[in-house]
């Protein structure tokens, strides 16, 4: 190749990536690019939570005496007391400064006093039970500016289960007449991981094929799906991830250890693979970026 026709290569693909910066970075029509927030960690666990991924969790916040907020929100009691939520089992792993806090009333959330304990917090976490009662009580809330705040000076926010899914842009699940209509009557999540879509508890209950009814409809949407005991740790543009079991990617690609040369895939609209403990991923272009 001559080197004019290198440096006309050159220019042609510096002028695309100028021109149409979505076609490099992930992003889907509109511009939308799938990232974490700026500032703090996510921790999103995909359900039947073993301690250490708690102990991650803690670890992650600052360590056992840094003040953690609970919200048990999503399981629907009647009432909580300062063990619910998985608030116990901080307290079993040694956190010395947990706080449980919950309202169904909006009004409840949008006052000061309510919000109080969140204005000192290194952590929030959500435990679980249905991700739409979370929509309900806090989206669009004082609640919910108070834990973007708390992201935006260096804080964390994890969750399990239900509240695994409410950190995504798009609410699987979200249906208040049962669990298993991926979109539901609610589909708006808390978007602290932007243009994606997470579901839990996938390969203990078979839910693998679920994500793809969500990928059609909304084909500009990272879909991920993690497994009990395992969850993605969030910081800006990657993830990582920790626990015992797998998660499941789903953007239009596939990817293997050994490769794919020589396997007969299924057309790209029913691609999915599997990331297990230790391996990252690039969310803003959307590849395995590391892994064992």
Same mark, same amino acid.
């Given at each position: 190749?001559? $080197? ?10 510096? %002028? @695309? +990536? ?5 076609? =490099?970075?992930?992003? $889907? ?38 003040? +953690? ?32 806090? #919950? ?5 409840? =959330?949008?006052? $000061? ?11 929030? !976490?959500?435990?679980?039970? /249905?991700? !739409?009662? %979370? ?8 609640? *919910?500016?108070?834990? !973007?705040?708390? &992201?935006? /000076? ?11 899914? +409410? ?5 699987? /699940? ?6 298993? +209509?991926?979109?539901?009557? #609610? ?10 879509? @997470?579901?839990? #508890? ?7 094929? $679920? ?6 409809? #909304?084909? *500009?949407? &990272? ?14 543009? *990657?993830? *990582? ?33 599997? &990331? ?17």
């Amino acid at each position: 190749m001559s $080197d004019n026709m290198i440096k006309y290569n050159l220019i042609t693909l510096l %002028l @695309i +990536i100028l021109l149409f910066p979505g076609q =490099a970075y992930g992003q $889907d029509g509109n511009g939308n690019i799938t990232q974490g927030p700026s500032k703090g960690t996510l921790v999103i666990v995909g359900g039947g939570t073993a301690d250490s991924v708690i102990a991650d969790f803690i670890k992650i916040a600052g360590g056992k005496d840094v003040p +953690i907020v609970v919200i048990p929100t999503a399981e629907g009691s009647n009432s909580y007391n300062q063990n619910s939520g998985g608030a116990s089992t901080f307290r079993k792993l040694g956190a010395t400064n947990v706080r449980v806090i #919950h309202t169904y009333d909006r009004n409840v =959330a949008n006052s $000061d006093t309510f919000n109080l304990p969140l204005k000192s917090a290194s952590a929030v !976490w959500f435990g679980g039970g /249905r991700q !739409w009662r %979370l929509a309900d009580s806090y989206n669009g809330t004082l609640t *919910e500016k108070m834990i !973007w705040d708390l &992201l935006n /000076r260096g804080g964390v926010v994890g969750g399990s289960s239900a509240g695994a899914t +409410i950190q995504g842009s798009f609410l699987v /699940r979200g249906d208040t007449k049962n669990n298993q +209509i991926m979109m539901g009557d #609610h589909q708006a999540g808390m978007g602290f991981l932007k243009n994606a879509a @997470i579901d839990q #508890h996938v390969l203990a209950r078979n839910r693998q094929f $679920d994500m793809f009814e969500v990928m059609k409809a #909304h084909p *500009e949407l &990272l879909g991920i799906s993690i497994d009990e005991g395992t969850a993605i740790v969030v910081k800006e543009g *990657e993830f *990582e991830v920790i626990g015992r079991s797998y998660v499941i990617v789903y953007d239009g690609t596939f990817w293997s250890r050994e490769g794919s040369e020589l396997k007969k895939l299924p057309d790209s609209n029913m691609l999915f693979y599997f &990331l297990r403990k230790g391996d990252k991923y690039d969310l803003v272009r959307r590849k395995v970026i590391t892994s064992r």
